[in-house]
């Protein structure tokens, strides 16, 4: 039976294994960029939202969204390797749009790795569409592919 995750967000309780996770999840073969420190600098941000997903008394996911007027950017999401496929960060996803919505955000911009097939994959099966590919945007080394996901019509 599959259990379906709690999600809240983050506390600075849970900056150290947020940062891990990025490290490990997220940041393989590249710098470390998502500290400790950056992770609560997130967390404590007004205009940022730092999510958790847990189930079992374990944080199996995180996501971090900043916000601006009309557009979010979706800055990382990250699930334990152990814990893909079983629908913790299509929740956690899910849960920051309604956020967004609610926050009149119109689009949600994110990027990835373009070496990683499976989280393009993820975005497009979530209803985002990609926009184009960014050369050498990780470490000045790797290409990113640009998504977008359009929340609602602009306002006019």
């Avoid at 944080?59 to 152990?82: C, E, P, R, S």
């Avoid at 629908?87 to 956020?99: K, N, Q, S, V």
């Avoid at 985002?128 to 990780?138: E, I, L």
Wanted: proline share 3%.
């Amino acid at each position: 039976m599959q259990v379906l995750p709690t999600i809240r967000l983050a506390t600075t309780a849970d900056a150290q294994a947020i940062a891990a996770l990025s490290r490990d999840a997220i940041e393989h073969g590249l710098r470390w960029r998502y500290t400790p420190a950056r992770i609560l600098a997130a967390i404590r941000s007004r205009t940022t939202n730092v999510a958790v997903a847990h189930a079992n008394d374990e944080m199996h996911a995180f996501a971090i969204m900043d916000y601006a007027d009309t557009t979010a950017h979706l800055v990382l999401l990250g699930v334990q390797a152990t814990q893909r496929r079983r629908g913790f960060g299509r929740h956690l996803l899910a849960w920051l749009e309604d956020a967004a919505r609610v926050a009149g955000i119109e689009r949600i911009d994110v990027e990835c790795r373009a070496d990683n097939p499976g989280a393009i994959a993820f975005y497009r099966n979530q209803g985002y569409r990609v926009q184009d590919v960014v050369a050498r945007y990780y470490d000045a080394r790797i290409d990113a592919v640009r998504l977008a996901k359009t929340l609602r019509t602009p306002a006019v």
